[in-house]
């Protein structure tokens, strides 16, 4: 089974709209760490949010949030008022375990294109 | 946050010969280094664990006799693709993780090194 699913290949979002990145994971693991990832077309991979599963409240980072649903194991990321330059590919990752040493999985990604 | 290079940011080579790829930390120490695969239009496949002074932790599927890891500091770990072939061509791209860090996000990616084998 997947462990990290990004069921939406692309989409679409006016600028200055908000947009919403959806990501389930599979663990039975009780500690485990949430990860967004952007990569543009350069390719560097650039953190956006964390949030850890005994977390309480969701994170923000700017015009990052992340909707985290643990019940129901997902992890959407929250974008407000796209521009331009958030054009590019999401990866949603997950680490099980508390080390943080311990790997990362990936979902398959989101592109996203702004549209002015 | 923490600095990770990689170099080549891009290599063109024939068939048969071999690749070595660097994976720098900067301005930390990594005891631990991963190395990712990215097809096109595909996500991020771990293709090994480097650790510090040991051997590498190699994912399923992934040949340790093609692609060599070698940790022989906290600051680099380098990633051999001996004999490479076409099939090999994609983008390979490292994370760093911190010796001592709070920080939840410990691991930092590198740019990235395109490999493109004839």
């Known amino acids: 089974a997947q462990k990290i699913t990004q069921t939406q290949p692309g989409m679409f979002v006016q600028e200055k709209e908000a947009v919403t990145l959806d990501c389930t994971y599979d663990?039975?693991?009780?500690?485990?760490?949430l990860f967004w990832y952007k990569q543009p077309s350069s390719g560097e991979m650039i953190f956006l949010i964390y949030q850890g599963s005994y977390d309480q409240q969701n994170a923000t980072e700017g015009r990052y949030s992340l909707n985290f649903q643990k019940a129901r194991k997902s992890a959407n990321l929250v974008i407000s008022a796209s521009q331009l330059g958030d054009s590019a590919m999401y990866f949603c990752a997950m680490r099980e375990g508390r080390a943080a040493g311990n790997k990362l999985t990936f979902g398959g990604g989101t592109r996203v294109l702004v549209k002015p | 946050g923490a600095v990770v290079s990689q170099h080549p940011s891009r290599v063109i080579c024939k068939s048969g010969t071999s690749v070595k790829i660097e994976c720098r930390s900067l301005?930390?120490?990594?005891?631990?280094m991963f190395w990712y695969r990215q097809f096109p239009k595909q996500s991020l496949m771990l293709m090994a664990t480097s650790n510090e002074g040991s051997k590498a932790t190699y994912e399923q599927g992934v040949e340790k006799d093609k692609f060599l890891i070698n940790h022989a500091s906290l600051t680099l770990s380098t990633l051999t693709v001996t004999s490479a072939h076409p099939e090999d061509s994609s983008f390979y791209i490292c994370?760093?993780?911190?010796?001592?860090?709070?920080?939840?996000?410990?691991?930092?990616f590198g740019p990235g090194t395109r490999l493109t084998v004839l």
């Open positions: 301005d930390f120490q990594a005891t631990t």
């Open positions: 994370s760093a993780r911190a010796v001592t860090s709070g920080d939840r996000n410990t691991q930092y």
């Open positions: 663990t039975s693991d009780p500690s485990y760490g």
